[in-house]
């Protein structure tokens, strides 16, 4: 690969500027300045560095975010901010959301450009659970644990949901599994019972729990034993 394509993949930015920072010898090959653009590199063999820094290869990227309040799950939104105006990468425009949450909720979003990874998590037909804790209105009755456990009949759909588990914490608090991902499902479905949600944050995806070390509009990169757990 051409060595200027090779930086301008790795680090997002442009092959003219990448020309620029090499006349400035600010890259380095192999621990030599280099001024060639066109040098053919091996990225698994060669050493390449930008500001002495060795840049890695370019590769997919695999994020979780702590999504604040009023967000979209989006790359770009003519009305709202977005998710990946929070992500301060190269590129960050490219990353999309693995499922998204409602702009008043919060909690876990993962985020990658791999379609691949992404699709496991989206598909309907791999079941992967998803974790909320819930806020509600008013109390919750005992009886909703059935409900939930038997598929709800949701405004405006035929089909039942799929079997749901709900833990009530305390009246107006709970935790709620499904492996669905209908538009506002879980709103929906307390809705259905008559009562509304009032808060929604999102703690678990797959076994992938959100980090108890980020703050809302915090992001981290994935563990590779978190990306790997998506496929098993």
Sequence with gaps: ????????????????????????????????PVRDPSLHIDPDEDEICLYDQPVGAPGPRYLMLYKPEGYVSA???PTHPTVNSLVDLPRAEELHCCGRLDIDATGLVLLTDDGQWSHRITSPRHKLS???????ADPIDDDAIRAFDQGLKLNGELR?????????LSPREALVELTEGRYHQVKRMFAALGNRVVTLH???????????????????????????????
């Design 1 to 32: 690969m051409r060595l200027d394509k090779y930086l301008s993949q790795a680090t997002g930015i442009s092959r003219k500027d990448i020309r620029r920072l090499m006349r400035r010898d600010e890259v380095s090959l192999n621990g030599e």
């Design 75 to 77: 790359s770009d939104d």
């Design 130 to 136: 998803k974790r909320y804790r819930v806020e509600t």
């Design 160 to 168: 039942r949901t799929l079997p749901a588990r709900l833990q009530i």
């Design 202 to 232: 999102r703690e678990r995806i797959g076994s992938i729990d959100l980090d108890p070390e980020l703050e809302p509009g915090d992001y981290r990169p994935l563990t590779e034993s978190e990306i790997d757990s998506i496929y098993s």
